[in-house]
T-cell receptor, first 111, second 112 residues
Framework: EDQVTQSPEALRLQEGESSSLNCSYT??????LFWYRQDPGKGPEFLFT???AGEEKEKERLKATLTKKESFLHITAPKPEDSATYLC????????????FGTGTRLTVIP | DTGVSQDPRHKITKRGQNVTFRCDPI?????LYWYRQTLGQGPEFLTY????????KSRLLSDRFSAERPKGSFSTLEIQRTEQGDSAMYLC??????????FGPGTRLLVL
């Protein structure tokens, strides 16, 4: 069973059009939920870690929130430079030390 | 803190050849990870080192793959007898005392 599911797969927004990306997870005993940004041909860039339901973190136009079943990445008034793939990940449920990633949401912001 | 570095950034090889990639983690990070990423997918775990010890290996890591981390500093990932299915982005990440993994720029491998 997939531990992390992201939606939508792709999202096109006009510049300034706010929206949210979803990451639902099935792990129990969550040891953190991680958001990364990935530009084409580059490695993932760390954005946020959330540990408990109700927690929120912000960075510029991005705000990440966490509930007991899902996390949202809210993008307020996006700019073209926010175009990227956004990945969420959780520690592997088997107890291993690695992260288990979703397939990402590919965001395109049109000027 | 110069971040995680990987070398080479791109590698094109012919099927059947051996390739080796290098990862230099953030200094003093004792945990190091290798992942593989194919187009449209998230990174998939390959192997994990704590200091020089290789503690975990994914079932994705076939016997053609070998990884080392001598002296607990840089790490190498070698693929022997490459196959076209090995074409992917190979990512290295390191972690210090916290939970967050920091990724390098990746090595893009194309097997012809």
């Amino acid at each position: 069973e997939d531990q992390v599911t992201q939606s939508p797969e792709a999202l096109r927004l006009q510049e300034g059009e706010s929206s949210s990306l979803n990451c639902s997870y099935t792990v129990s005993g969550l040891r953190g939920l991680f958001w990364y940004r990935q530009d084409p041909g580059k490695g993932p860039e760390f954005l946020f870690t959330l540990y408990s339901a109700g927690e929120e973190k912000e960075k510029e136009r991005l705000k990440a929130t966490l509930t007991k079943k899902e996390s949202f990445l809210h993008i307020t008034a996006p700019k073209p430079e926010d175009s990227a793939t956004y990945l969420c990940a959780v520690p592997d449920q088997t107890g291993a030390n690695n992260l288990f990633f979703g397939t990402g949401t590919r965001l395109t912001v049109i000027p | 803190d110069t971040g995680v570095s990987q070398d080479p950034r791109h590698k094109i090889t012919k099927r059947g050849q051996n390739v080796t990639f290098r990862c230099d983690p953030i200094s003093e990070h004792n945990r190091l990870y290798w992942y593989r990423q194919t187009l449209g997918q998230g990174p998939e775990f390959l192997t994990y080192f704590q200091n020089e010890a290789q503690l975990e290996k994914s079932r994705l890591l076939s016997d053609r793959f070998s990884a080392e981390r001598p002296k607990g500093s840089f790490s190498t990932l070698e693929i022997q007898r490459t196959e076209q299915g090995d074409s992917a982005m190979y990512l290295c990440a390191s972690r210090g005392g916290g939970e967050t993994q920091y990724f390098g720029p990746g090595t893009r491998l194309l097997v012809l």
